[in-house]
């Protein structure tokens, strides 16, 4: 997402936010199709759904940004938290240990909440479908927790890290150790002791950007190519943005 500066009728200029393909420069890299879906969502409704199905997008596109840092983050603690130089001591410190989980929990909850704005963009589409995303899968097939088996691993290790904070980080492992007290209203973990690899944990995020594509690909194909939407351009560093009306195919092309 960008800020940028528009003029309105008031006569002062207003700092908004703006989809990144909004702005001419932000087409000029390799787009996945659920970035061209939130900023073409709403073209597939009308009057006050309009609207809101296009804020709800700019929310999901913040949640799927968070998706990619918090993994970077998780990623780069690992990376430093290693075996303690000296084994023998009594006493050693639990912070990166900590500063790991928190990086674990802030990138689970991150998917989370993508899969639950996902879920209430699709409700806009299909008003018939339930409020959450556990209820709508029972509904909508692409969203079908047991044919993707990977949510189902994702809601229990999720569920567990949030509520109650049971995971200990493995390191020498490659894994995080996820203590389950009770198999009610899980899928996949088993009661006890579940070490959980980290390579797991990594998949999650490549995992959720293909299931959005899926979604994206499949209501992008209802979108008038033809459909007018509004585009800017940067004239200069210091220079106002200029305004331009394009179609939405030319929107549409760079995923082809």
């Not at 199709?33 to 597939?44: A, D, E, N, Q, R």
């Not at 959720?208 to 800017?232: G, M, V, Y």
Request: aromatic share 10%.
């Amino acid at each position: 997402m960008k800020l940028v500066r528009l003029p309105t009728n008031s006569g002062s200029d207003w700092w908004i936010i703006v989809h990144n393909l909004t702005l001419s420069e932000g087409r000029l890299r390799e787009l996945k199709p659920i970035h061209v879906f939130t900023h073409l969502s709403k073209l597939l409704v009308k009057g006050k759904k309009a609207a809101e199905i296009g804020e709800l997008s700019l929310w999901l596109e913040n949640k799927l940004f968070g998706v990619r840092y918090y993994l970077s983050e998780f990623k780069k603690l690992l990376a430093v938290t290693k075996d303690p130089i000296y084994r023998d001591k009594y006493v050693r410190d639990y912070d990166n240990e900590q500063k790991v989980i928190c990086a674990l929990e802030a990138y689970l909850n991150s998917i989370y909440t993508s899969l639950e704005i996902a879920s209430q963009i699709n409700r806009i589409l299909y008003p018939a479908l339930p409020m959450g995303f556990r209820k709508q899968s029972k509904k909508f097939n692409l969203f079908d927790i047991e044919k993707n088996k990977w949510i189902q691993i994702f809601l229990d290790v999720r569920s567990e890290i949030e509520h109650y904070s049971s995971s200990l980080p493995l390191i020498e492992e490659r894994s995080v150790l996820i203590k389950v007290k009770s198999n009610r209203n899980r899928y996949s973990l088993n009661k006890g002791k579940n070490p959980i690899p980290f390579a797991a944990f990594f998949s999650f995020s490549n995992e959720l950007f293909n299931l959005l594509d899926k979604w994206a690909n499949l209501e992008l194909k209802k979108i008038d190519q033809n459909k007018i939407i509004d585009s800017l351009i940067e004239t200069g560093s210091t220079t106002p943005l200029q305004q331009k009306k394009i179609k939405a195919k030319e929107i549409l092309n760079l995923l082809t």
